[in-house]
Nanobody
Framework: QVPLVESGGGLVQAGGSLRLSCAAS????????VDWFRQAPGKEREFVARISGYIETYADSVKGRFSISRDNAKNTVYLQMNSLKPEDTAVYYC?????WGPGTQVTVSS
């Protein structure tokens, strides 16, 4: 059983939007700290955003463009990504309770 699964990735043009989802099975995400990370080819995995309770934290590179939120009824955490740039291209992972999801690919074309 995979505790966390991401979805919502895809190919989008620069300036476009995507919404990623992180769904949990077997454990509740309600009020848990949930992070989004990303890893671009040839680069280290980097922090993108965190929600803990309802406190949100963002990397400087995505502030004002990305928004993290949770829906406790659906046991899901979302990452709304607006004004996407080619440098946002990466595999996006969610992380919570020492569990990583398998990741979802986001590709932003110029």
């Amino acid at each position: 059983q995979v505790p966390l699964v991401e979805s919502g990735g895809g190919l989008v043009q620069a300036g476009g939007s995507l919404r990623l989802s992180c769904a949990a099975s077997g454990r509740t995400l309600s009020f848990a700290a949930v992070d989004w990370f990303r890893q671009a080819p040839g680069k280290e995995r980097e922090f993108v955003a965190r929600i803990s309770g309802y406190i949100e934290t963002y990397a400087d590179s995505v502030k004002g463009r990305f928004s993290i939120s949770r829906d406790n009824a659906k046991n899901t955490v979302y990452l709304q990504m607006n004004s996407l740039k080619p440098e946002d291209t990466a595999v996006y992972y969610c992380y919570s309770g020492q569990n990583w999801g398998p990741g979802t690919q986001v590709t932003v074309s110029s």
